[in-house]
């Protein structure tokens, strides 16, 4: 029983001895060599770690073996570096050879061999920190910037090119946590620039060899900025400033010219308006005065106004030369006539056509509508039946315009009656061509071919002199000489040849109408000068009747012949001229397709160029 | 860090490429027997520097070539391993001092001399060198470039050290004539492993030596500039 307990309490010794004792005695563990390193490639050091302990007291022992030899050598040196360190001084390293390194735990039960390392030196270099790192603050024309040096760590040789280092800053503001890192090469001198105005600022420098390791960083230098004035804060602040004030000044103009602007942006937008159109009446629903308000009252156009206006226009008349200077005498003094029986003519081509001399007045009769009404009256119908666009309107004016005698005509009252007078027998001549002539009248100016009229004792030049008198509208001008050629071929009316007969005209010669005689001819006369105004017209010394219009030639030229007048039919007003047979020559082309034979006396007759006597081709006229 | 070492790679050769030109250039042109071609005549102190700067490019590339190529065909386990497959380094029979207090101990010549012999024995390697990097599937462009630009480099570094030699020790030197045999002619390819291995042996070897002529270089020049300061 004794022997059993014995037995059970030395196996139950035996077995917790060794749990009692730890790990108890076994070969210490593998040690482990972590790392070597080189300060400046000319001593090393190399450090391990060692395994488990083993229970026992272990030692530790390095043995490195150079490349080139096999010698294996002990590490000379354990205490330097610290514990479980091997230090290498000058002379045992050697670089670029490869150190096979191991490391030997060593305790009472057996040792344990690490692994071997190689190494070489060259390529385990790291340095110390760089030494004495400055920093200052230099001002830089306001805008300091940090100036940072330092010196190479003391013991690596960089001055004979033993060691090369190149450096690295960064810094960072007190409050920040992120580090501005600056490679700086292997300058030992760096400027740090874009600073904040007042801050702290950190700095750290390390350093490395062309072939190795960063060395740690060197410790914190503190600096502080000083405040400064950003520059470029006052720049901005006077740009913003400046430019609020162009916006201010920019923003008043707009406002100033904001209506005119907005026309040339936004012009209006023109409404639909029609002249006399009330909306508002169309709102009311008053559709009669709306409508009422459309008509217009000229409208459809009255042409006889209007082309009154437009036709401004006289003729001229052959006279005899004795009369021409007389008549060129007067021309001034028509004029005044003229003009004075113009005064309430229209402004338009009325004037022209009145200052001119050889035009009748008809124009200066307009005042005398009323007048001129009452025998529209009586031609009215007839009138209407005009084919020009005159005479439709019933206001024979052009007619008259043409016919109407300058020359007598004048300021005196008594001058306007006559005139007055005259212009009704223009009327009345004119009137009473048209109905009675038989081919059918000229529709519209120009286009006069057949009015073979009745021969008419006119003759007239249209002339083209004093274009300053005349309203400035050649083509009114045209329509009325073409109007005045279709008269003159509808008073001729006895005798149709095919074509008018240009009349046979005079340059400075005016003619005027001086009656129309019964059997609806009118008597021209030249335009006599030197007599007075008020005698002009009722006396007229040689009542040259002028010759008749024979017709309007294909070419819308107005033919005229002379012709002699025996007798004066016009019962009072007119003076009876004898009509002198004239000699008439053109000095121009003539085309005249028939010449009459009733006449005595034929004319050669000179066509215009555009359907108006060319006055360039006048008969002369003998002069009595 | 790659990346910037090979930018910085770039600048380097944009920076030190007449100086890469000027050294290639002969030098001395008291042999000219020609009165029309204009030499350019250069100190020796510049010229001791175009040399350094010109190691300091080789060794960047070399670092850069080496660091490439480990990282595409070394196996990870062998990497830490470099002499692992046996190949030792071709100039590990040269009589190079291997530490700073040597070096300090030699003189002038000797350095200028060391260097020589340094360059002159690598020259045929990287040749060959190019042709076994052709063989490699899926070598990068990049990797070609630097070895082919390393080798190139290097033949303008002899001409310059020679230049260097004959300024500073005022001795003649003959530059090497390539010569079609060379030491790692092999008629059979080897196995892939293998040439991989001798080639990482090659590159890091080279990569060492660069580093050596650099240093001894600068150790030359402080010696120019300063002798008593210097190591």
């Known amino acids: ?624 | 860090m790659h990346i910037m070492t090979v930018k910085q790679l770039g600048v380097w050769a944009i920076l030190l490429w007449p100086y890469l030109l000027t050294v290639s250039i002969p030098l001395d042109c008291r042999e000219e027997q020609s009165s029309l071609s204009r030499c350019p005549s250069i100190s020796q102190e510049k010229l001791l520097d175009r040399v350094i700067q010109h190691a300091e490019l080789i060794y960047r590339v070399s670092e850069e070539s080496c660091s490439l190529f480990e990282e595409m065909f070394v196996p990870f386990p062998l990497q830490l391993q470099r002499n692992q497959a046996g190949y030792a380094c071709i100039t590990k029979a040269l009589p190079i001092p291997s530490s700073k207090s040597e070096i300090q101990q030699i003189s002038d010549k000797w350095l200028l001399h060391s260097v020589l012999m340094l360059v002159q024995s690598w020259i045929e390697p990287l040749v060959y060198l190019q042709t076994t990097m052709d063989r490699y599937d899926g070598a990068p462009e990049m990797l070609l470039n630097k070895t082919k630009w390393v080798s190139e480099k290097l033949i303008s570094l002899e001409q310059g050290v020679v230049v260097l030699i004959k300024k500073m020790l005022d001795e003649g030197m003959m530059t090497t004539t390539y010569s079609e045999q060379g030491l790692f002619q092999y008629d059979v390819p080897p196995e892939m492993l293998e040439s991989v291995m001798r080639d990482y042996t090659i590159l890091s070897c080279f990569k060492k030596d660069a580093h050596k002529m650099e240093i001894l270089l600068k150790l030359l020049k402080c010696r120019q500039t300063d002798t008593y300061n210097c190591a």
């Open chain 1, 1 to 624: 029983m004794k022997k059993v307990v014995e037995v059970f309490l030395l196996f139950l010794l035996l077995v917790f001895t060794p749990h009692a004792k730890g790990t108890g005695n076994s070969p210490p563990g593998k040690p482990t060599l972590n790392r070597c390193r080189s300060p400046e490639k000319e001593t090393f050091t190399c450090w391990w770690e060692p395994g488990s302990d083993g229970g026992l007291p272990t030692t530790f022992a390095l043995y490195y073996r150079k490349e080139t030899s096999e010698t294996v050598y002990e590490c000379p040196d354990y205490h330097t570096a610290g514990k479980n360190s091997c230090f290498f001084n000058k002379n045992d390293t050697s670089i670029w050879v490869n150190y096979n390194i191991t490391v030997v735990a060593t305790n009472a039960l057996g040792s344990t061999f690490s692994d071997p390392v190689d190494i070489d030196v060259v390529y385990i270099v790291k340095p110390n920190p760089p030494e004495r790192v400055t920093v200052i603050v230099l001002e830089d024309k306001s805008w300091p910037f940090l100036r940072v040096s330092w010196e190479p760590p003391h013991k690596a040789d960089t001055r004979s090119g033993w060691i090369t280092l190149v450096y690295q800053i960064r810094v960072k503001l007190e409050q920040e946590k992120d580090w501005e890192t600056h490679h700086a090469g292997q300058q030992k001198m760096f400027n740090v620039f874009s600073l904040r105005s007042g801050g702290t600022y950190l700095v750290q420098v390390r350093c490395k060899p062309d072939h190795g390791f960063w060395s740690e960083w060197s410790s914190t230098s503190y600096v502080k900025v000083p405040d400064y004035f950003h520059r470029e804060k006052s720049v901005w602040i006077l740009i913003m400033v400046f430019s609020a004030f162009i916006f201010l000044i920019l923003t008043w103009l707009l406002h100033m010219n904001s209506h005119s602007l907005k026309h040339c942006i936004l012009p209006p937008v023109p409404g639909p308006k029609i002249k006399g159109f009330d909306n508002q009446l169309l709102k009311n629903g008053k559709s009669e005065e709306l409508f009422s308000a459309l008509v217009v009252s000229d409208f459809p156009p009255t042409t006889s106004y209007n082309y009154e206006d437009l036709l401004v226009e006289y003729l001229e008349v052959n006279v005899p030369e004795e009369q021409e200077l007389m008549l060129e005498e007067n021309k001034d003094l028509h004029d005044g006539c003229l003009k004075s029986e113009c005064s309430t003519s229209d402004s338009d081509s009325g004037r022209g056509s009145c200052d001119s001399h050889t035009l009748l007045m008809d124009k200066c009769g307009e005042a005398k509508e009323e007048e001129r009404q009452t025998d529209q009256e009586r031609m009215g119908t007839e009138a209407e039946d005009m084919v020009s666009p005159d005479m439709s309107s019933g206001r024979v004016k052009t007619w008259p315009s043409v016919f109407s005698p300058l020359p007598q005509y004048s300021s005196n009252t008594l001058d306007e009656q006559s005139s007055l007078e005259m212009a009704k027998q223009h009327y009345l001549s004119d009137s009473q061509f048209l109905p009675s002539s038989t081919s059918s009248y000229l529709t519209q100016p120009g286009h006069g071919t057949k009015e073979a009229l009745g021969p008419s004792y006119w003759e007239f030049c249209l002339s083209n002199k004093q274009p300053h008198l005349l309203h400035p509208q050649t083509q009114a001008r045209q329509q009325l000489q073409a109007h005045s050629d279709v008269d003159i071929s509808s008073i001729g009316r006895k005798q149709a040849p095919a074509g008018l007969q240009s009349p046979l005209l005079r340059p400075t010669e005016y003619v005027e109408v001086q009656r129309v005689n019964e059997e609806d001819m009118v008597h021209l006369q030249p335009v006599v000068s030197g007599c007075g105004q008020n005698n002009c017209s009722p006396q007229m010394p040689q009542g040259e009747d002028y010759s008749k219009v024979k017709g309007v030639d294909s070419d819308n030229v107005l033919l005229l012949q002379r012709n002699m007048m025996e007798e004066d039919r016009c019962p009072c007003e007119h003076q009876e001229t004898n009509g002198v047979k004239e000699n008439c020559y053109t000095s121009s082309t003539v085309t005249t397709t028939q010449k009459p034979t009733a006449m005595p006396v034929q004319d050669e007759m000179v066509l215009g160029m555009n359907g108006y006597v060319d006055t360039a081709t006048m008969c002369i006229l003998p002069t009595y």
